[in-house]
């Protein structure tokens, strides 16, 4: 079957202007709007900043744990409820790279990753995915 992902992010000014989390709340809820939890839970949630899209910047593991953890699962609980919240499958998309796959995969409220650019480069796809699921104790390549 067809699982939807859901992209959710805010813009550099958004977040140089402290604004990420009353963005990224709001884009979670209107995305999830008339859907029941049941949906929810078989849907995927990407956090990806905007800012980072193609750049080369990334956000911090912590950062965009904090991100995902408070605002993304933080939401979906104050709409639905905390085992909703907890079964989302949520990713951290945005320069994701070989370099910094760890940062990011070691984080506890980071389920996986959603890799962009660096898929179109079949070296660079294979090392992440083979160190994501080292990380995530998955299976090994």
């Not at 992902?5 to 989390?21: D, F, N």
């Not at 912590?62 to 993304?72: E, F, Q, S, W």
């Not at 980071?110 to 990380?135: C, K, N, P, Y």
Request: one cysteine or more.
């Amino acid at each position: 079957g067809l699982i939807p992902i859901v992209c959710v992010g805010e813009s550099l000014e958004q977040h140089e202007a402290g604004q990420t989390e009353e963005w990224v709340s709001g884009q979670v809820r209107a995305a999830l709007e008339g859907l029941s939890a049941e949906q929810v839970r078989s849907m995927i949630v990407a956090y990806e900043p905007i800012w980072a899209i193609g750049t080369g910047k990334a956000a911090t593991g912590a950062g965009a744990n904090a991100v995902i953890g408070l605002t993304i699962r933080g939401t979906i609980a104050d709409l639905y409820d905390e085992a909703t919240a907890q079964a989302v499958r949520v990713q951290y998309g945005g320069s994701v790279k070989p370099a910094n796959i760890v940062e990011f995969m070691t984080q506890p409220e980071i389920d996986g990753a959603l890799v962009g650019g660096a898929s179109l480069m079949a070296a660079d796809f294979v090392e992440i995915v083979r160190i994501a699921a080292q990380v995530k104790g998955v299976f090994e390549l």
